[in-house]
């Protein structure tokens, strides 16, 4: 089945630790997204990506870093550098940029101890 | 930058309700998306749209371009509808979606 793949779906971190967020489609999707969603508030766009090799910086991009060096995969690492990173990631792609259906996966929960 | 209001923030209903979910937004925008977001945090797309109406099953989205609003209902409301609904408009892609802070629907047997 077609579909986009998160991992892992919780994900425990020491302050000061990077960690790496997996996203994966098997939808041929060219438009790839990462959003944040914090309690009480809507989704906040991370990074997206439009083709291969090349991504943009959403509005909330410090702190974070992403790849997309196959269409099929857009892996985003949460750096130190992010000074609250305790939240819910959610990976979306779509076939033809927000214009088109959106495709969610099941998102990943941050927790830094 | 544009501003999406969502009411109610939380609506609590009977089985076999009419559901209506409202989208407001400041700027004019080339696409509004309603999304489900389920208790364990999936979110699946429902609808898209630029113009008119759309109807899937016993859900129907509205959108008024002049007056930048959206609607979504549900008809014969069931349990399984409980989740947040969550309306995002987009400008152009540069830009991407904004999002509303999302409905808390719980349908009570």
């Known amino acids: 089945d077609g579909g986009i793949t998160q991992s892992p779906k919780y994900l425990f971190r020491k302050e000061g630790q990077n960690v790496t967020l997996s996203c994966e489609q098997n939808?041929?999707?060219?438009?790839m997204y990462w959003y944040r969603q914090d309690p009480g508030q809507g989704l906040r766009l991370i990074y997206y990506?439009?083709?291969?090799?090349?991504?943009q910086k959403g509005d909330i991009a410090e702190g974070y870093s992403v790849s997309r060096e196959k269409k099929e995969s857009f892996p985003l690492t949460v750096t130190s550098a992010q000074k609250n990173p305790t939240a819910f990631y959610l990976c979306?792609?779509?076939?033809?940029?927000?214009?088109?259906?959106?495709?969610f996966g099941e998102g990943s929960r941050l927790t830094v101890l | 930058k544009n501003e999406v209001e969502q009411s109610p923030q939380n609506l609590t209903a009977q089985e076999g309700e009419f559901i209506t979910i409202n989208c407001s937004y400041s700027?004019?925008?080339?696409?509004l998306h309603w999304l489900q977001q389920h208790p364990g945090g999936g979110i699946v797309s429902l609808f898209m749209l630029s113009s008119g109406k759309k109807k899937h099953g016993r859900l129907i989205a509205t959108i008024n371009i002049q007056e930048k609003h959206s609607s979504l209902h549900i008809t014969a409301s069931h349990p399984r509808d409980s989740a947040v609904y969550i309306c995002a408009v987009g400008v152009q892609e540069a830009d991407g979606l904004t999002f509303g802070k999302g409905t808390h629907l719980i349908i009570q047997p």
């Open positions: 979306a792609s779509s076939i033809g940029g927000y214009t088109g259906e959106l495709f």
């Open positions: 700027v004019g925008i080339s696409a």
């Open positions: 939808l041929n999707h060219d438009a």
């Open positions: 990506s439009q083709i291969v090799n090349d991504f």
